[in-house]
């Protein structure tokens, strides 16, 4: 389903919801607890202050202890209804009757007859939005695995299945829209709470994993981004406790008043930055999601080239434990072919000579291939890259010029935190190459899926912009709807 007609059914559901709710919400029952008041509806008395004869009592009727007080709209304008009774019972309530005839009680947009199609029609709406998402991943993965758009389509029916639930839980206690418009605003919010232990202990553990990387790889920037985006996830969580206590001591801008202006601007400061956090927090959990995929995924058997992207080795030329893991990697999978299909396939070690090594990492996996029996005939060498994608770019020339073929069936072996983005940067040079990925220490899979998650953002921002877009918008919407209903 386009993004054309997902807009032209929101429009759809608002315009059915408005034409319901004109044609069911001209009247509306109020229901009073008396037991122990009275028996008698004549007993009490219903006082309707109104300045243009907005609305009119109907009927009044008691049963049960329960006084039922039907209301009719008549004409726009606003009421205020007290209702007295034996042994001084009072109760006081309002009434807006609005242009198109539909009575709301106690706010401008509070609960009216038939309004529960409304919170009816969004668990409707967000169940199409994810069947549809759902829909156009499972097609995305099966085109390509190695795509950021899967990261996004990921998050994104985290997200909504986050607010399904939420919605589906509040229409059971359905008291009203503006009820349900707070709802939905405490629902963006409330994911990042609920994972904000998550996100803390994440924090701290990407720190201690940080420091083991920077003492083995060394210090720059790269290494540190885990550690940057669990404070980034942690500060976003408690940012609008933050602020409304920051605010709520401040006598220069007054969020106490419920009808103000400040307390409905505050309102939206926490729900953006609650929403946008739940938001990067999914879009986290879809990166990890595919990663962990991506790692475990078996290649299809019919593989004519294994790459293998290479690392550093050791002084002496053997391949570290890294290094080796890969080959091994790659061997299992060539046996693995060979046991279930019967066929054979070239391995091609890829990575070119650093200042500091005695050889290429090509020569140094070629010779450990040759040490495990692999004949040299198998082995394709490309000793040029210095990179992964060069890695990619020249082996897929390589391998290209050897078969004759354009699309030859090729796979890689790597190490499997690095199996997503080795895949990635093999898609987006136009290679279909699937991905096996061999054990590694734990540590470096937490800063691999903090890189994705970034490149994720940067590859997919439109996407991800426009989303941002319509949260923001639909936020600012529902905040200027209780402003509304508020001031009234």
Not at 15 to 37: E, H, K, N, P, R
Not at 125 to 133: A, K, S, V
Not at 175 to 195: C, D, K, N
Not at 349 to 370: I, R, T, V
Request: charged share 20%; net charge neutral.
């Amino acid at each position: 389903m386009k993004n054309r007609t997902l807009i032209l059914i929101a429009i759809a559901l608002t315009v059915l919801c408005a034409a319901f709710l004109a044609a069911q919400g001209t009247s509306y029952i109020v229901t009073l607890d008396v037991f122990g008041v009275s028996d008698d509806a004549g007993d009490f008395t219903v006082a309707i202050e109104q300045k243009t004869g907005a609305v009119t009592l109907e009927n009044k009727d008691l049963k049960d202890g329960t006084l039922y007080l039907e209301f009719r709209s008549v004409e726009e304008g606003k009421a205020i209804v007290d209702v007295y009774g034996p042994d001084e019972y009072h109760y006081y309530f309002r009434l807006f009757s609005h242009r198109f005839g539909i009575l709301t009680y106690d706010e401008y947009f509070g609960d009216c007859t038939g309004s529960r199609i409304v919170p009816l029609s969004i668990v409707l709406y967000l169940l199409l939005l994810i069947y549809t998402f759902s829909v156009r991943l499972r097609q995305s993965l099966k085109e390509n695995l190695y795509r950021y758009r899967n990261i996004f389509y990921i998050g994104l029916l985290l997200f909504l299945s986050f607010l399904l639930i939420d919605q589906v839980l509040r229409t059971v206690t359905y008291r009203g829209p503006i009820e349900t418009l707070r709802a939905m605003l405490g629902a963006m919010q409330s994911f990042s709470v609920i994972t904000l232990p998550v996100a803390f202990v994440l924090a701290v553990f990407v720190t201690a994993t940080n420091i083991q990387l920077m003492r083995r790889e060394g210090r720059n920037w790269r290494n540190l981004l885990g550690c940057f985006l669990g404070v980034l996830l942690c500060f976003g969580t408690i940012f609008p406790d933050l602020l409304y206590r920051m605010l709520y001591a401040n006598p220069v801008i007054d969020v106490h008043n419920q009808a103000g202006v400040a307390t409905h601007v505050e309102m939206l400061a926490e729900s953006l930055a609650g929403t946008v956090t739940s938001y990067l927090e999914c879009v986290l959990l879809g990166t990890v999601i595919l990663g962990i995929a991506a790692a475990k995924r078996t290649p299809v058997y019919d593989k004519d080239y294994m790459i293998i992207l290479g690392c550093r080795m050791r002084d002496d030329g053997t391949p570290t434990p890294l290094l080796q893991g890969r080959v091994d990697r790659a061997l299992a999978f060539a046996a693995e072919q060979k046991e279930k299909t019967g066929k054979d396939l070239v391995f091609v070690p890829s990575g070119g000579q650093g200042a500091d090594e005695p050889l290429s990492e090509a020569a140094c996996m070629k010779n450990y291939l040759l040490a495990k029996g692999v004949p040299e005939e198998r082995i394709l060498c490309e000793d040029r890259s210095t990179s992964t994608e060069t890695n990619f770019r020249n082996s897929l020339e390589l391998i290209r010029a050897h078969s004759g073929q354009e699309d030859p069936q090729i796979a890689f072996a790597t190490t499997n935190y690095h199996v997503l983005r080795s895949g990635m940067i093999a898609s987006s040079l136009g290679a279909h190459a699937e991905g096996v990925g061999s054990r590694t220490k734990r540590y470096f899979w937490i800063n691999a899926f903090v890189r994705e998650f970034i490149a994720s953002l940067a590859a997919e921002k439109k996407r991800h912009l426009a989303a941002g877009a319509l949260l923001v918008l639909f936020n600012v919407l529902m905040v200027w709807l209780i402003y509304q209903s508020n001031i009234r």
